[in-house]
Every structure is written in C-alpha cells, then in structure tokens.
C-alpha cells in the first residue's frame, strides 16, 4: 500500500470516529486541523507518487521487455536441460539396449557352440565306434584266416606224419616176414600194427603241449 492510499485510509477512519452535526444526517462536525494536515500530506506525497506511477508507465516497456527476455532465458535454459535429459536418458536407453543385443547374442552363440560341440563330439563318437569296428573286423578276419591257414597246414602235417608212419610200419613188418622164412621158425612172428590216428594226434597235442 503506497503513502497516498494509507492518508486515504487514516482519513476515512478518522471521519467515522466524527460526530453527526445536530438536526442533520449527512454533517458530521470533525476539526479542522486534523483535516488540513491529511490534506496538506496529500498534496505534498501527490507529485512524488505521481511521478514515481509515470517513472513505471515510461519504463513499462523496458520492463516488459526485460521480463519478456528474462522469461525467454529461463525458457531456453529449461528447454535446453529438458534436452539434456532426454539426450541422457536416449543414451542411457541405447546403452541397455545394446547391453540386451550383446547379452542376446552372447547367448545365442554359445548356444550355437555348445549344440556344435554336442554335434561333433555324437560325430566323433559315432566315427570312433565305426574305426574300432573296423579295426575289429580286420582283426577278426586275421585271426579266422590264420586258423584256417593253420588248420589246413596242421591237417597236411598230420597227414603227412601218418604216411611216414605207413611206410615204417610196412618196412617192419617186411622185416619180420623176412626174418621168420630165414630162422625157419614156426608160428606168425608179431606183425606191427599201425598206431590209432586219434592216439597219434593226441600225442602230439600234448608234446606240444609240454
């Protein structure tokens, strides 16, 4: 409130307190001192607010201008920290959303290694079966060929051996028939008989044997 507005107002309040003329209802009877010294404060602070009202209307513009320019800084300067934030937070986003691709594709290529692994080594083994099967068989084909082989030699040996044997017993016995027609001597002389060829093939089996 200027000093203009509180004179006003301490005047009002003075011609309340005022008595009412007598026989009137609009005359109030108050001292005149007191309303010369309410005045004279107006005239005095009168020129003094009045050019202080025109000071602020010449300076309006100025001060609407000011106003105008301080708002567009702070304006500015909140659009620009709005701007910052956003480009923050953009790159804050666009780290996690890398950070989710690379975890992602972290994932999906050691998947990808542990289903090759998997498949290599179901690879590995199925080709380690069929190599030792091989080398089996192979083996298996050269122990049965060599039985064979050895059975069939085996087999010529033994025959072989019960021919010489033939021949001996046949020489023995041509011997003894000689020796009998020249001792003059009566009765069959012993004649010798072949060994058992099971017997023969035991014996040998068991010389081998010790």
């Known amino acids: 409130m200027s000093r203009i507005e509180q004179i006003i107002s301490d005047m009002e ?25 309410y005045l004279n404060e107006l005239r005095a602070r009168t020129p003094e607010e009045i050019k202080k009202y025109q000071r602020i209307l010449q300076n309006k513009d100025s001060i609407i201008n000011d106003a105008k320019q301080q708002g ?7 659009a620009q920290q709005a701007q910052q934030l956003v480009d923050e937070t953009n790159i804050m986003q666009n780290a996690v959303d890398k950070a989710d691709q690379y975890l992602n594709n972290s994932n999906a290529r050691a998947q990808k290694t542990l289903e090759d692994a998997n498949s290599e080594a179901v690879q590995i083994r199925a080709s ?6 091989d080398m089996l068989s192979r083996l298996q084909n050269i122990i049965e060929h060599a039985i064979r082989q050895n059975n069939d030699r085996y ?6 051996l019960q021919n010489e044997l033939n021949v001996v017993i046949n020489n023995r016995n041509e011997l003894a028939g000689a020796d009998g027609n020249d001792s003059g001597e009566s009765g069959d002389a012993p004649q010798a008989q072949p060994a058992d060829n099971d017997t023969l093939v035991s014996g040998n089996v068991e010389d081998d044997g010790q």
């Open 72 to 78: 567009e800084q702070i304006i500015n300067a909140a």
């Open 13 to 37: 309040a003075y011609l309340d307190t005022c008595k009412t003329a007598p026989f009137s209802s609009n005359k109030i009877i108050c001292e005149k001192d007191q309303l010369d010294d």
């Open 128 to 133: 380690a079966i069929h190599y030792t099967d």
């Open 155 to 160: 087999q010529e040996l033994m025959n072989g």
